[in-house]
Every structure is written in structure tokens, then in C-alpha cells.
């Protein structure tokens, strides 16, 4: 289903359904990130569906909280990100210790030409959400990281919620992938 036109990245809350037949299959990124091949298969297999909920607090400060779930109501990862690009620590059961920082930002501030483009025009105008992680490798015994844009795109003539994500593993290994969720109404 597509997005309704009235959203923008300045609130992304929704129910959002991976559609793997949009997006790039991310096997290898995960294989990078340490993640066992048992759990990428059931990852490959399961629908993985996202409860985002954006907001601002008292501050006045930036948050997107996002739970995963797979098919059958198993739990997957928790995001919760201030968009002050800020670091911090998160331990993750399915990615280990992590270090990450969220922003919003200009696509004509980002480097990557991957990151930064194919976006609706209203992405553009109202800014990308740039998530940033990488491992923290003392705790991890691996060494990645993980840039992503996320916004919104017009693919096959529907209004969708995409993320681009530029990773490079360990050795060096650069792996890009676009992952695109219908949406599936309030969270």
C-alpha cells in the first residue's frame, strides 16, 4: 500500500510492511555484521514489519522509536533514535554492541551519491533521516558500519518508505542496498 501523500520525514509514523520484491536482498550485509546463518535464513523468510513512532519531546527534541516484528510476533530489533546526532550505546540481540547516531540532514549535505538520491521531491525539501551505527568492535570483535538515508520514493508509480543503506564490513567489503516498506496504516 502507499504512503498517503500528507506525510513527510517530519513524521514518518506508521505501520510499514518490508516488500522484498522492491527491495535488495541484505543477506550479505548481515553475514558482515556477524549475524548466524540460521537467523538470516529465518530474517529471509519471516515478513518483517516496522511500528515507527515519531515525535517530538519536551525539549523540543527529534525521536523515532521503531520496533520489528517477524511473522508470528517474534520480536526483532528496537530502534530508538534522537535525532541530534548525538552517540550512543545500544546492545542488540540480533547485532551485538552497536554505536549509533541519527539526524536529519540535506541530501545536497550527504556524500554518498547512493544515500543521497532518488528521494521525492518533498524528502528533499524537508530533509532526509540519516541513521548512522556502526560496531562497537572491543565489545563485538567486529569492526562495521552501516550509513543510512531514509525518506520517501516513488517506485512503480506508489508513494513508498525506503531506506538506503551503504555498509562496509571488516575487510573493507562495501555492500549498498535499498530496502522499501509498504505502508500498512497508524502504529
Known amino acids: 500500500m502507499a504512503v498517503p501523500p500528507e506525510f513527510t520525514t517530519f513524521d514518518i509514523s506508521g505501520t510499514y510492511v518490508l516488500n522484498k520484491s522492491q527491495s535488495?536482498?541484505?543477506?550479505?550485509?548481515?553475514?558482515?555484521?556477524?549475524?548466524?546463518?540460521?537467523?538470516?535464513?529465518?530474517?529471509?523468510?519471516?515478513?518483517?514489519?516496522?511500528?515507527?513512532?515519531?515525535?517530538?519531546?519536551?525539549?523540543?527534541?527529534?525521536?523515532?522509536?521503531?520496533?520489528t516484528t517477524l511473522t508470528g510476533g517474534i520480536k526483532g530489533t528496537t530502534e530508538n533514535r534522537t535525532l541530534d546526532w548525538d552517540r550512543r550505546t545500544h546492545e542488540d540481540h540480533v547485532f551485538g554492541s552497536v554505536i549509533g547516531q541519527s539526524r536529519r540532514v540535506k541530501a545536497e549535505d550527504v556524500e554518498s551519491e547512493f544515500l543521497k538520491n532518488g528521494w521525492s521531491q518533498d524528502t528533499v525539501?524537508?530533509?532526509?533521516?540519516?541513521?548512522?551505527?556502526?560496531?562497537?568492535?572491543?565489545?563485538?570483535?567486529?569492526?562495521?558500519v552501516a550509513n543510512q538515508t531514509w525518506g520517501f520514493e516513488e517506485i512503480d508509480g506508489e508513494r513508498k518508505y525506503v531506506r538506503h543503506v551503504d555498509f562496509t564490513g571488516t575487510d573493507g567489503e562495501k555492500v549498498q542496498a535499498r530496502m522499501v516498506y509498504d505502508y500498512y496504516g497508524a502504529p
Open 24 to 67: 535488495d536482498d541484505t543477506d550479505e550485509i548481515l553475514r558482515l555484521q556477524g549475524v548466524g546463518w540460521f537467523t538470516r535464513k529465518a530474517i529471509g523468510l519471516a515478513t518483517i514489519t516496522l511500528s515507527v513512532k515519531h515525535y517530538k519531546d519536551d525539549d523540543g527534541k527529534e525521536h523515532i522509536d521503531i520496533g
Open 125 to 144: 525539501e524537508h530533509g532526509l533521516i540519516n541513521a548512522y551505527g556502526e560496531s562497537d568492535t572491543p565489545k563485538s570483535g567486529l569492526s562495521w
